[in-house]
Each structure stands twice: as C-alpha cells, then as structure tokens.
C-alpha cells in the first residue's frame, strides 16, 4: 500500500544513455517534486509540479525533462547520462505547496552511469 | 554559505544519552522548519515541524529561534532505533513547498 512509489529502484546505465525514472502517488496529492541526492548526502530539489503544472525548475541541465501526464504521476526523463548524474534520486509529494505541509518521499531510485 | 548548514558528524552516543542537534539557515525569509529522518539507503521522512513557541513529541523536543536563524533538536533517553541522519529542513520564501535540505547529521546510538 506505498504512498509514493518509484520505479525502478535501482538502475545502471552506460553514459550516453536515455533512461526514465517513473513516479506514482496514490495520496490524493497535488504536488510532486523531484529531489536529487548526491556522493555528499546532500538532497536538492530539481523540479515541482502542481496540477500537471511545472512550479519550480531549479538549475538543472535540459537533459532533465520531468512529465506529469496527470496529478499522480511525474515521470523524470533524463537523456544522454553522464558520470555526474550518478545519484539517488527521489520522489515526493505533498498536499499542497503551501507552508507546514508534509513531504513524503518514495523509496529513491539509485542511479549508476558507468 | 550554504543555505542550511549543520554538523555532519557523527554523534557516537550510549544508549539513554540525550544529545542535541544544531542549524543554522542563511534566508531570513524561510517560513517553514522541519527535522527529518533517513535512515541508510532510505528515503527521509518527517520527524516533526519545528515552531517558533519550541514543541516537543515525546523524546523529541524541536526549537526555532528566528533572529538567530537557529533551530535545534534535542533527544532524549536515546534508543539503538534513534540511530539515523536527521535532516534539518527550512522551506523557501515563496509558496512553493520547495523543501531546502540541511548535509544532515548523522547519529549512532550504542548499547
């Protein structure tokens, strides 16, 4: 019964490569971001969307493209991978974007470009 | 300056210790204050919101002083399961639910 779920879990990939990371809330949410996690534990936010629309797109390279087909789902696309790209990257979601409002994260997805 | 800064660590402590997590944030304007937890190779989940009165859940007590751009977290009688990085978490300016992510302090109780 996951509340944020991403798929897949694990992924390695030579560079060069087009992969796709997958998201899904079963909340009921309005918003949902992506979060990239580096070598250094740091967690920065990449994208937001509320309602199938993009509120945030923080300094991130253009070969990161997210897609929201609806409210429960941001999908995150990211074309010709490079060795800096290896991370964990995580999805979330909140009720609103308003203030004091809950993040809640899917399990990550540990990126591996060889 | 990053924008929420905390010591890494880590923090060896024995069981039933109390022990006391620090941060400071650089955005005056920030509205909002979380901790969150991550325990290895999982995803961070909140611990509790940190108001400005300080409030306190259980073992757990969070305050948030303002003019210093300060927050902090105190454990009490800590438990081998407290073991984790705790994430101090301040959102942006503007209403966008963009959650800025302190490096995280990590702990480990021992019995």
């Known amino acids: 019964d996951t509340a944020v779920s991403q798929t897949p879990k694990y992924l390695v990939t030579q560079m060069g490569n087009d992969k796709s990371i997958k998201c899904e809330q079963n909340?009921?949410?309005?918003?949902m971001y992506w979060y990239k996690q580096d070598s250094k534990k740091f967690l920065k936010i990449m994208f937001s969307?509320?309602?199938?629309?993009?509120?945030i797109n923080e300094t991130v390279p253009n070969r990161f493209s997210p897609k929201s087909p609806d409210k429960a789902h941001l999908n995150l696309h990211i074309n010709s991978l490079e060795l800096g790209d290896s991370a964990v990257y995580f999805c979330a979601s909140s009720q609103d974007p308003g203030l004091n409002t809950e993040a809640f994260f899917g399990q990550g997805t540990r990126l591996t470009v060889v | 300056r990053k924008e929420v800064e905390q010591d890494p660590g880590p923090f060896n402590v024995p069981e039933g210790a109390t022990v006391a997590f620090n941060c400071t944030y650089s955005?005056?304007?920030?509205?909002?204050f979380f901790w969150y937890r991550q325990d290895c190779r999982k995803e961070p989940k909140l611990l509790m919101s940190?108001?400005?009165s300080g409030n306190e859940d259980g073992r757990f007590t969070a305050q948030l002083n303002r003019a210093s751009q300060y927050i902090s977290l105190l454990i009490r009688d800590s438990k081998l399961s407290d073991s984790a990085t705790y994430l101090c978490?301040?959102?942006?300016?503007?209403?966008?639910?963009?959650?800025?992510f302190g490096q995280g302090t990590t702990l480990q109780v021992k019995p």
């Open positions: 909340l009921g949410h309005d918003t």
């Open positions: 969307y509320n309602n199938k629309e993009l509120i």
């Open positions: 955005n005056s304007a920030s509205q909002s």
């Open positions: 978490v301040v959102t942006g300016s503007s209403n966008t639910g963009k959650l800025i």
């Open positions: 940190v108001y400005s």
